[in-house]
């Protein structure tokens, strides 16, 4: 059994900071990668920003520059620290991971989701 849980979502005004922050527990052999998707209202779900367990990024055009993704392979949890937010990032961000939970293959894992509030 494998569970990611997602931390740090809140109501931040515009140009404002969160760091939001993912941990994955339970029967973990190896992660391949960690990612962080948003949804907001009415929309789809959305890539934000992807790292490799070997730290090649990759991230969604709209928060190039603004948004950096971080992980820890040894401590399995990653980050992703969001500054310059702006309203159009309000949204629900979910965790994503690549899991081989000790079965031989890899699996996608999703968290719960953390809600990102950006409003004056």
């Known amino acids: 059994q494998v569970t990611l849980v997602e931390s740090g979502g809140d109501l931040v005004q515009p140009g404002g900071s969160l760091r939001l922050s993912c941990a994955a527990s339970?029967?973990?052999?190896?992660?391949?990668?960690m990612g962080w998707y948003r949804q907001a209202p009415g929309k789809q779900r959305e890539q934000v920003a992807i790292?490799?367990?070997?730290?090649?990024?990759i991230y969604a055009d709209t928060v190039k520059g603004r948004f950096t993704i971080s992980s820890d392979n040894g401590k399995n949890m990653v980050w992703l620290q969001m500054n310059s937010l702006k309203p159009e990032d309000t949204a629900v961000y979910y965790c994503n991971a690549d899991i081989d939970a000790e079965t031989g293959t890899y699996r996608t894992y999703w968290g719960q989701g953390t809600q990102v509030t950006v409003s004056s």
């Open positions: 790292i490799s367990s070997g730290a090649s990024t």
């Open positions: 339970g029967s973990i052999f190896s992660i391949n990668a």
